[in-house]
């Protein structure tokens, strides 16, 4: 399902990839889009719906970033508030909660990793609790991270937690050892590769769910769960190793 192709507005249209409803304005009573009446432009009560469905989207992962912040502006012109100024205090109500879900959504739609995550979530996949605030929980109490580490990477964390754990040493007691350091910055450079690698495979992760959602064949269909599985690890490890890579900063600093 398309973005709406109409000109001008759109409002996007009111249809939700999991049922397509027509609903009439409540004040004028022309069909109206699922945001504002395309006709009078009157503010419409939201509907609960997931952040692909507000902007009228299909569950793809690839996403047309420049025609997602268009119809974000668009939306934001109809939606705020204080365009609604001299309107009722309902219309004034339902226009704020329109505008935070718009920019709700749009926050984690234009963002990959977010956009991902939420796509996880909104699939039933719980990610591990690597969230920032875990982290910052951990530092702050000084009890290990709750943190899995993923299995690809399980070898070279042992070895790299081992060199940081002496650089920390070595750094409170003033004693810099520049050969570590060297090593560190290798480690560093390293795991930015391997990030990167993780990003292409996140991507070549968004083509196969992307086909999956556009797919009526069956065989495609039962690869739903192993594409899931992928996206999962691969956000897994990258959580882990932006982790490790703050870590060594915080070393070499
Ligand atoms: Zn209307």
Known sequence: MPLTDDKHDSGILVASPSKST????????????????????????????????????????????????????????????DVNAVRTPQEQEWSLQQSSSL???????????????????????HLEEQSTAATEEARRSGKAKKQVVPPDLLEEVFELNMQLEEARMNKKMGEPDRSLERELHDQKKHLQEKQDGLMQDLHRAWNDWDAV???????????????????????????????LLRDIDEVLE
């Open 22 to 81: 027509k609903t009439n304005c409540w004040s004028c009573g022309e069909m109206r889009a699922a945001h504002f009446c395309q006709t009078c432009g009157k503010v419409q009560p939201p509907a609960p719906v997931d952040y692909f469905a507000f902007f009228g989207l299909p569950y793809h992962l690839n996403l047309d970033g420049p025609q997602l912040e268009r119809e974000f502006y668009s939306l934001s012109r109809h939606l705020h508030p």
């Open 213 to 243: 959602i556009d797919s009526t064949d069956s065989a495609l269909e039962d690869d739903r769960g192993a594409v899931l599985q992928r996206m999962m690890d691969v956000l897994n490890q990258r959580a882990y190793v932006r982790n």
């Open 103 to 125: 920019n709700d959504a749009y926050r984690t739609l234009k963002d990959p990793i977010a956009r991902t995550e939420y796509l996880l979530r909104l699939q039933g996949v």
